[in-house]
């Protein structure tokens, strides 16, 4: 139906937008899932380099303390292993804060500056008890001078591991965000595609159903039209016959010319009829055959009573349709008398 088509276009066009939606909260999941990792990856690749360093100066301050004790040369492998390694630890650490927030960038050079000091400091440690012996290695570390740069470049070191930390945490969260998020508008879009497909479904199975019903009544009102231009073409054309009827009884026409006229036009006026016209002899006390059309032999038809038509009898027209009704004496025997529909029409004529 026209104002239906509105709200079934607005309904179809509703449910591709949602279905869009959904079929695109997967890929942008997927995408913002990925780009969380990766920055949390990013994340975790600094703090690994920054605790690796923090493990290396350990190591070195260990063996540079027990070589300052003992003056052994065992006690340097775990100083001197930490020491190949800190370089290639300290150029990772370097490149893993290259495109950071500028602050965090300058905290972690301050870190790397305060670190070369600290291996610095150490070298000379060594050195001093290599070449001077004890006291002089001890009065070096006894200064404190290697505990501050320690102390200052783990302080650093701990806040830096604190804000990544913190920023993994935040980057958890947000993963979790996202995924939640994502969770929700697909059920949400699931759930209203499956309104608006109902919706769709009912409306458009009201559609076919209506539009059937205006077929069916345009068939119907198409049928009756047809019928009812038969029947006026039909009325026409009795119309036309009864004026040429009329227009031939007018002329100068004997008593058989006009019988013959009658049963000639009430065989096309009334198709699919018989019937006989009677005249009254001119003793009054019979009626003569004189007339039929249809399947009516006038030749073989015997005259008839007056008193044996209840139409002659009334001067009413008379109808008898059913077996049960009145029925005139002159046709009460025929065989298909109970089928067919009787009519006895008295007629009066002048001149
Ligand atoms: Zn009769």
Known sequence: M??????????????????????????????WTNQTRTERNQVEQQLDS????????????????????????????????????LPSALQTLRISYEEDLPEEITKVKDFIEHTDLVIGHLDMVVKLRSEGGLEAAAAEVASGNGKHLMDYVRDVSSEVIRGEVQEVAALDEKLNTNLLWAVAISAASFVLTLMLGRFMYVSMRRTIRRQGESARTAVLASTQLGQSLEHLERRNNEVGLLAEMARLLQTDLSQEETLQLASTYCQQLLKGTSGTLFLYRNSADALQPSAGWGHEDVTHEAPIAP?????????????????????????????????????????????
Do not use: N
């Not at 303390?65 to 190949?84: E, H, I, N």
């Not at 038509?309 to 009413?316: D, T």
């Open 2 to 31: 026209p104002y239906r088509t509105p709200r079934l276009l607005i309904a179809a066009t509703a449910a591709t937008v949602v279905m869009t939606i959904t079929a695109a909260v997967g890929p942008f999941t997927l995408f």
């Open 50 to 85: 920054i605790r690796a360093v923090q493990g290396l100066l350990v190591d070195a301050e260990t063996g540079e303390r027990g070589y300052a004790l003992t003056g052994k040369d065992v006690f340097l492998q775990p100083y001197y292993v930490a020491r190949s390694q």
């Open 307 to 351: 008193k044996d038509c209840w139409a002659i009898r009334r001067g009413h027209p008379h109808v008898a349709q059913h077996s049960h009704e009145l029925r005139c004496a002159h046709y009460a025997a025929d065989d298909e008398s109970d089928e067919a529909v009787h009519w006895c029409l008295p007629l009066m004529a002048y001149g």
